[in-house]
């Protein structure tokens, strides 16, 4: 059996896997400047001359120093003018989630963009989805009677709640839902009304 071995140049194989970097002309390098000056964007510019959006990035930065960083990606779909809006409607309780609030932002203006885009905006403005917190509904009537349990049976041992009888029951709602409802609100913030929800117990049939 014969076995041939053969040399390989390491250095040729790795050559093989680069791929050689575009290089920019001096005049190739003014045209993105033009262009850049004119107003247009980098995507828009990159689709012009072929090059990269990194490359073209790169060129304006060496060409104006000066220039506010380039932002990479699609541009803003919403202006401060907008996302003001949204907060608005948010916090003043118009619109209590971000598919609401899409929805009534959609309807005045002439670009819709997606409700992901809503979300975005709120949580940049600290704002977050929480779940409403349950409150009951008492009456003095109610706070009275809880007071007067509460001081009755306060030094009540756990021998004593054992010669409590516990019933299970089922609840049948008539009004509101035991599901999470969300509410969009700032960390840290002391609970408003609108971001408590009430339950009532005499909306309820127990079996």
């Known amino acids: 059996m014969l076995i041939v071995l053969t040399y390989i140049d390491l250095d040729t194989i790795?050559?093989?896997f680069i791929i050689p970097i575009k290089s920019v002309s001096?005049?190739?390098?003014?045209?993105?400047?033009?262009?850049?000056?004119?107003?247009?964007?980098?995507?828009?510019?990159?689709?012009?001359?072929?090059?990269?959006?990194?490359?073209?990035?790169?060129?304006i930065k060496k060409g104006f120093p000066n220039k506010e960083n380039i932002k990479m990606g699609c541009p803003a779909k919403l202006t401060a003018h907008d996302k003001k809006s949204i907060i608005h409607h948010v916090l003043s309780w118009e619109a209590s989630t971000a598919v609401v609030a899409t929805k009534s932002i959609n309807s005045i203006i002439s670009t819709p963009f997606p409700t992901q885009t809503v979300r975005n905006t709120l949580q940049a403005a600290n704002l977050k989805a929480v779940t409403k917190k349950k409150k009951p509904l008492l009456s003095p009537a109610h706070r009275k009677?809880?007071?007067?349990?509460?001081?009755?049976?306060?030094?009540?041992?756990?021998?004593?709640?054992?010669?409590v009888i516990w019933s299970d029951e089922t609840m049948i709602n008539r009004i509101g839902s035991d599901g999470q409802e969300y509410v969009w609100r700032r960390a840290g913030k002391p609970l408003k009304e609108r971001e408590v929800n009430v339950t009532l117990k005499f909306g309820e049939e127990e079996i």
């Open 14 to 16: 790795m050559k093989s």
């Open 26 to 59: 001096s005049a190739q390098r003014d045209n993105i400047l033009v262009l850049s000056s004119s107003g247009l964007s980098t995507r828009q510019i990159a689709t012009k001359t072929g090059f990269s959006k990194a490359t073209i990035a790169r060129v």
């Open 145 to 163: 009677k809880r007071l007067a349990f509460a001081s009755k049976h306060q030094h009540w041992t756990v021998k004593d709640w054992k010669r």
